[in-house]
């Protein structure tokens, strides 16, 4: 059973990437998938999260930038991120929650996937 997290790179500031959140061995639907991010020198921090019943959730700096969804076809959670800006640089990860609901707390998450890097520069 694992996450794999696909899809960083590097973008200009105002620029736009998507990263996917695969299951191997198990499938995301029944499970909550949160989207953390974690900046050289700094916390891991919840970015968004998708509820095993389509909810979803942002912190305020994302908020209208970002967004979450589901990809039942190829069962996996993606996260389209657009406007792009320096301060979003991190390495990206993904966690899942087989209770099936939301939380940007870290301890919140039993399954993560290794991290994808987002680089934002000019």
């Known amino acids: 059973v694992q996450l794999q997290a696909s899809g960083g790179g590097f973008v200009q500031p105002g620029g736009s990437l998507t990263l996917s959140c695969a299951g191997a061995?198990?499938?995301?639907?029944?499970?909550?998938i949160g989207w953390f991010r974690q900046a050289p020198g700094k916390e891991r921090e919840g970015v968004s999260c998708m509820t095993s019943a389509g909810l979803s959730y942002y912190i305020e700096s994302v908020r209208g930038r970002f967004t979450i969804s589901r990809d039942n076809a190829k069962k996996s959670v993606n996260l389209q991120m657009n406007g792009l800006k320096p301060e979003d640089t991190a390495v990206y990860y993904c966690?899942?929650?087989?209770?099936?609901?939301?939380?940007?707390?870290?301890?919140?998450?039993?399954?993560w996937g290794q991290g994808t890097l987002v680089t934002v520069s000019s």
């Open positions: 061995g198990f499938t995301p639907d029944n499970y909550a």
């Open positions: 966690a899942a929650q087989s209770f099936g609901t939301c939380s940007f707390h870290r301890e919140w998450f039993h399954l």
